[in-house]
T-cell receptor
Framework: GAGVSQSPRYKVAKRGQDVALRCDPI?????LFWYQQALGQGPEFLTY????????KSGLPSDRFFAERPEGSVSTLKIQRTQQEDSAVYLC??????????????FGPGTRLTVL | GENVEQHPSTLSVQEGDSAVIKCTYS??????FPWYKQELGKGPQLIID?????GEKKDQRIAVTLNKTAKHFSLHITETQPEDSAVYFC?????????????FGTGTLLAVQP
């Protein structure tokens, strides 16, 4: 079946622009995660949704980062007034079960954001 | 805060040899330990995982061991093949916590020389 998809795959933004990154999780998956992966590093947690509820946003680096999942399926990560330090790969992952369960997280291919 | 350390950062082996990657974690509440393989331009892909009630798990050429007392876990790949070349990440999670977020290590670049 279809895996997690993300769009766009690549995004170049000028400093100060706003960007929106989209994630389509596996159909029926309750849990959705956003991670940020800097070059040569492991992914770092940004935020977590259980259906449409954002239950953990402790990893968001600043109030310029905002995420939503209004209907409990597709999610959008928005970054306002982008800065060079925002350049990274943004990964989305989904899992079938809600929190509290050991469950595989399936990752999408990521969106590579470059801020000039 | 929670931390996962991973060694080595790079590993080069000859085809057919074994490869071992080691990780340590700091949060004693961690109870789920997946390993991911990431190829260039792709997202991480789960290759094996282990839960804290198990000390060892094997899947064909891949095995993972866990020592909860020492907070160590390791990935073992036997009979390596060129297609095993990739970056490997260990991770830790506490599925009894507020979320099941994964805390990742810094990655190991494995190169299998034919």
């Amino acid at each position: 079946g279809a895996g997690v998809s993300q769009s766009p795959r690549y995004k170049v933004a000028k400093r100060g622009q706003d960007v929106a990154l989209r994630c389509d999780p596996i159909s029926g998956h309750v849990s959705l995660f956003w991670y940020q992966q800097a070059l040569g590093q492991g992914p770092e947690f940004l935020t977590y949704f259980q259906n449409e509820a954002q239950l953990d946003k402790s990893g968001l680096p600043s109030d310029r980062f905002f995420a939503e999942r209004p209907e409990g399926s597709v999610s959008t990560l928005k970054i306002q007034r982008t800065q060079q330090e925002d350049s990274a790969v943004y990964l989305c992952a989904s899992s079938l079960l809600p929190r509290g369960n050991t469950d595989t997280q399936y990752f999408g291919p990521g969106t590579r954001l470059t801020v000039l | 805060g929670e931390n996962v350390e991973q060694h080595p950062s790079t590993l080069s082996v000859q085809e057919g040899d074994s490869a071992v990657i080691k990780c340590t974690y700091s949060d004693s509440a961690s109870n789920y330990f997946p390993w991911y393989k990431q190829e260039l331009g792709k997202g991480p892909q789960l290759i094996i995982d282990i839960r804290s009630n198990v000390g060892e798990k094997k899947d064909q050429r891949i095995a993972v061991t866990l020592n909860k007392t020492a907070k160590h876990f390791s990935l073992h790949i036997t009979e390596t093949q060129p297609e095993d070349s990739a970056v490997y990440f260990c991770a830790a999670s506490s599925y009894g916590g507020a979320t099941n977020k994964l805390i990742f290590g810094t990655g190991t670049l494995l190169a299998v020389q034919p």
